[in-house]
């Protein structure tokens, strides 16, 4: 014996099964992630974009959709995650048309994450490796002058913490690990704002040491080349001060 379904079932689950969401094209889900990340709904644009990345590995939307998958973090301000999927972009489609886009990203993630003077300084050294590269590889690119502008706060940084260590040393009546620390400033900072100050220090420390020679080579220096018209007037002050040793 044949069994019959009643026709108000077939109906129902003929519902039941239309109903199943069906996979649409991979631009639409594109768009949807587009438009989220313009209205700045970064976590909506990611859902979309990883749409895009993970249902349709042979679609040329894809290399594009990693890219935005990478601004949709970095829109939400998680930067791990950003770099992580920039890199994804370089190492899996290098011949992308955003490549030099993503180099760029990945240094402003790092920069976007550096810390006080006090602390680690880990990020500030990737910015400035990542912001080195971009130039490196884009010399033509708009956007070498913002990197460079950059690469100097980054730098800038890096000597004001040495710059405070040199000062603790200096406080503590360290003269020599303090010159040698004001030292390493004048040799790896040069292109810094401290790099004046450090001589101005310099000054006072071989004045110390009952050397005033060396201590009018570094103040002058100061004096004729420096900006900071308060440090310059201060080196002033000290070199009207300064009395030279008698000849025998």
């Not at 094209?25 to 859902?47: H, N, P, S, W």
């Not at 992580?84 to 190492?91: A, G, Q, V």
């Not at 080195?132 to 884009?138: A, E, G, L, T, V």
């Not at 360290?174 to 401290?194: G, K």
Request: charged letters at 30%.
């Amino acid at each position: 014996m044949r069994f019959v379904l009643p026709i108000g079932m077939l109906l129902a689950l003929w519902g039941c099964s239309s109903s199943v969401p069906t996979l649409k094209k991979a631009e639409y889900y594109f768009e949807r992630g587009q438009t989220a990340l313009e209205k700045k709904r970064c976590l909506k644009a990611i859902e979309e974009f990883q749409r895009v990345v993970t249902n349709f590995p042979g679609s040329s939307m894809v290399p594009h959709a990693q890219y935005y998958l990478a601004e949709a973090h970095y829109c939400n301000k998680d930067y791990v995650q950003a770099v992580f999927e920039y890199e994804r972009l370089l190492n899996t489609y290098p011949s992308s048309e955003w490549v030099d886009d993503a180099q760029f990203r990945i240094a402003e993630a790092y920069y976007n994450q550096l810390r006080r003077v006090e602390l680690d300084q880990q990020e500030t050294y990737e910015s400035l490796t990542h912001f080195r590269r971009f130039i490196d590889d884009n010399p033509s690119s708009p956007l070498v002058e913002v990197a460079r502008e950059r690469i100097v706060e980054c730098r800038t940084l890096l000597a004001e913490k040495r710059y405070l260590a040199a000062q603790l040393y200096h406080k503590q009546k360290r003269l020599e690990a303090a010159a040698i620390t004001y030292r390493d400033i004048l040799r790896d900072f040069p292109d810094t704002p401290y790099y004046y100050e450090t001589l101005a220090q310099l000054g006072k420390i071989a004045h110390k040491r009952d050397n005033p020679k060396e201590a009018r080579i570094y103040w002058v220096e100061v004096q004729r080349d420096c900006e900071d018209e308060k440090l310059v007037t201060q080196v002033e002050k000290l070199l009207s001060q300064l009395e030279e040793p008698q000849e025998d």
